[in-house]
Every structure is written in C-alpha cells, then in structure tokens.
Nanobody, 122 residues
C-alpha cells in the first residue's frame, strides 16, 4: 500500500523559512522521481518542484526559483522541500507525489495524500 505523509507545515511570517518533509512507503523510492505540488484556496493545484530518482535533475516553478530547494534522502525514503524567503502568495496546502522526473518529462502517478498547510502571514 502506497503512503505519502507530508509534514513540516505551519504559520510563518513573510521572509521566514520552513522545511517540508514527505515520507514515502510502498513505492520503489530509489527508482522513482518525486514531486512537490501546492494548492492555494480557489486555485488549481500547481507543480512547485521535482527531483529525479538519483537527485541529479531538479525542476522548479518560476515562482519559487532561487527560494525553494528540493532534495531527497533515499536511505530514509524521504523527500524534502526547503522554503526560504517565504511570501504570502506561498500560502497553500503542499502535497508530495511520485512519478517520472527526467529532463522534458514530469509525470505524476500517485494518489494525493492529506498534504501539509503552509500559511505565510504577519
């Protein structure tokens, strides 16, 4: 059974930082790409960042480039999203998922977990 458990969200002031974690089980973690998405109220879910199975390829949405960093610890079946210089527009529920992550192809294959709420407000 596939499980994706996101954690690390919270309430942070603008300019602050958060580190999200996603613990995965039931998937061949070492051989699969991982992706972070977010969904703000009233908006569609959007891809934020992705990382290949070996970590040698990463993708970032333009809105987070230079502020967010995706990484993974294959020994722990965990993917991270370090978020710095946070803005109110980063407020959303953040979800992780798995799929194909290679240059030119980003495909999500799994179901959605509960996500973790990130709120940026003063």
């Amino acid at each position: 059974q596939v499980q994706l458990v996101e954690s690390g969200g919270g309430l942070v002031q603008p300019g602050g930082s958060l580190r999200l974690s996603c613990a995965a089980s039931g998937i061949p973690f070492n051989n699969i790409g991982m992706l972070w998405y977010r969904q703000a109220p009233g908006k569609q879910r959007e891809l934020v960042a992705a990382i290949s199975n070996g970590g040698d390829y990463t993708f970032y949405a333009d809105s987070v480039k230079g502020r967010f960093t995706i990484s993974r610890a294959n020994a722990k079946n965990t993917v991270y999203l370090q978020m710095n210089s946070l803005k109110p527009e980063d407020t959303a529920v953040y979800y992780c998922n798995y799929g194909t992550v290679v240059p030119g192809t980003l495909l999500t294959r799994g179901s959605w977990g509960p996500g973790t709420q990130v709120t940026i407000s003063s």
